[in-house]
């Protein structure tokens, strides 16, 4: 069985309800994959535009952010290939209290063994005790 890939407004019609209708179909979609009658897939592109989302239009609280994103990335059957450091990029998100994206490619960097990084953007990185910036 080959999977179907989810977009961003399927999980924020399922996650908000702003849209009962969708919402229902969504959280049936996500019941039938729970199930195992389908598999899904999506990637870390959708996840950051939830989030960014959920933040800016929902003006939701980084917990609850987080959250809604752990609740989708523990669905059966739901591939993700980024998840792992998904999930350590969401704790970073949270308790040190730096953008999502920096937090990814705090975890990113870390991965690829990389601990200097060029950016204006020092205070978020600062947060990150691996990462050193670089002057530029």
């Known amino acids: 069985m080959g999977s179907l890939f989810v977009d961003t407004n ?14 229902k179909r969504a959280e049936t979609l996500f019941r039938d994959a729970l ?15 939830i989030i960014w989302t959920l933040e800016s239009f929902y003006k939701l609280e980084k917990p609850d952010i987080a959250a809604k994103v752990e609740k989708i990335l523990n669905t059966p059957n739901l591939d993700c290939p980024e998840a792992s450091l998904l999930y350590r990029a969401l704790d970073l998100y949270v308790h040190a209290n730096i953008d999502f994206i920096d937090a990814y490619n705090a975890f990113l960097m870390k ?19 691996w990462v050193q910036i670089g002057d530029l």
């Open 10 to 23: 399927v999980f924020l019609r399922f996650l908000t309800n702003d849209d009962p209708a969708k919402a």
């Open 35 to 49: 199930h195992g009658k389908i598999k899904l897939a999506t990637s870390l592109l959708v996840i950051a535009e």
């Open 111 to 129: 991965e690829q063994g990389l601990t200097q990084i060029l950016t204006y953007d020092r205070k978020h990185f600062a947060r990150v005790p």
